[in-house]
């Protein structure tokens, strides 16, 4: 099995979307905006998996990947099957597979979740394209936890937090010197994939889980970091658009974003800002998230090095 052709030749959405006919119920991946057999546009719905599990149908271990994929050295190629017989074409992350044979048919039937994730980087320093076609294991790490948004019942008038979620990658590497770490014995490093903007869609996307606050009550969204994979472009932008905060409008959402920059305290910071906005009677909106997202860029050997990680 080669690399699936929609991820090499479109740049799929954030969210993972299928289309359905509400006559003969018939779903696409890619979604159609008509069936293919009653042919009426009316009668189409779009369905949103982002938050869904999968089954790990079927798949094949790359280990020569095409330019764009090249970072990711070997990789699980898979097929995932989502409720209504949707299958849609995908990847396995955080697992490296072993250098020799590796039996696929074991992985066939497993659960598996969608991960926000890089694709590929359009050159040395291009544009960076995102998909939710990344799955990890549903028992691997981090649990799968179902997303059930509900209506606040009732206000406060004291702001306060609602909800939280925190995301660490997977991977540790051990300090070979703790001296020099003050204690520290391991850090948290990112996977290939991962930068800061996809730390804050999955700590965004935990926080939105744990607080069950539907994404469009979310009036403002703040992304405090260091590293950020833009000089210009904010991190914020592509946290809206993944996790659809705010009101739909158009084919975004109406809400405010932006990101800070500060040394070791780049959201902390924020969190006075939000508490004064929500409190501010011309803020048209309840609730603000605030995201704080960092990839170490200290040097190796650089005292920074040993203690700080990455989440």
Known sequence: MSEPITRRKILVDY????????????????????????????????????????????????????????YLG?????????????????????IVPDAGEVDVSEFIGKEVVPRFRRTYVDGESGLIYYSSLAFSFADDYYEYREYKPVKPSEGSEKPGIVGYGVYIPKFRVKNTNPA????VVERA?????????TF?????????????LDSHYIGKCYIGSES??????????TVIQALELGEPYEDGFFTGGLDTQFACKAATDLFIDAVALVSCPLFKA?????????????????????TVGAG
């Open 180 to 183: 020099m770490g003050g204690g």
């Open 228 to 237: 950020t994979p833009y000089a210009v472009k904010p991190s914020a932008s």
């Open 15 to 70: 969210r993972i979307r299928v289309s359905r006919c509400e006559i003969c119920g018939r779903r696409y991946f890619p979604p159609k905006p008509f069936c293919d057999v009653e042919g009426r546009r009316s009668r189409i719905r779009y369905e949103d998996y982002f938050y869904r599990k999968g089954l790990f149908y079927s798949g094949a271990v790359i280990r020569r990947p095409t330019n764009r994929f090249s």
């Open 74 to 94: 070997s990789f699980i190629s898979c097929i995932v099957e989502f409720d209504g017989g949707v299958r849609t074409p995908g990847r396995i992350t955080d």
């Open 286 to 306: 309840d609730y603000v998230m605030v995201i704080g997202a960092d990839n170490s860029q200290a040097a190796p050997g650089d005292p920074l090095d040993y």
């Open 189 to 197: 490093v990112p996977f290939p994939d991962e930068d800061a903007t």
């Open 200 to 212: 804050a869609v999955e700590a965004g996307r935990r926080a939105l889980i744990h607080s069950a």
